[in-house]
């Protein structure tokens, strides 16, 4: 098993920044993604950014330029930088960490992020 703990929510106003963190334990798969989510209230949980081991990224386009996403040279823990944070970027941010072979999938309990003056 795989656990994720997360941390660095809370609210913030439009244009401020937040960084997330989440760090993993337990039974890491070796080649592994580990990445954020986020889901909204009436919507559907939606990918924001992702990194693998390898350090290729993937990003949301909506978060393209105002998010970065990485991870610590054990590759064990995964941050997300969120400036220029806008209302529609409030979510409840979800941690993943994933085999790239399929074989598993792995979430945090959530953090709720607020953007509102």
């Known amino acids: 098993q795989v656990q994720l703990g997360e941390s660095g929510g809370g609210l913030v106003q439009p244009g401020g920044s937040l960084t997330l963190s989440c760090a993993a334990s337990?039974?890491?798969?070796?080649?592994?993604?580990m990445g954020w989510y986020r889901q909204a209230p009436g919507k559907e949980r939606e990918m924001v950014a992702t990194?693998?081991?390898?350090?290729?990224?993937n990003y949301e386009d909506s978060v393209k330029g105002r998010f970065t996403i990485s991870r610590e040279s054990g590759w064990n823990t995964v941050y997300q930088q969120m400036n220029s944070l806008r209302p529609e970027d409030t979510a409840v941010y979800y941690c993943?960490?994933?085999?790239?072979?399929?074989?598993?999938?792995?979430w945090g309990q959530g953090t709720q992020v607020t953007v509102s003056s």
């Open positions: 993943t960490l994933y085999a790239l072979d399929g074989s598993g999938t792995y």
């Open positions: 337990g039974s890491i798969p070796g080649f592994n993604g």
């Open positions: 990194i693998t081991n390898g350090r290729w990224t």
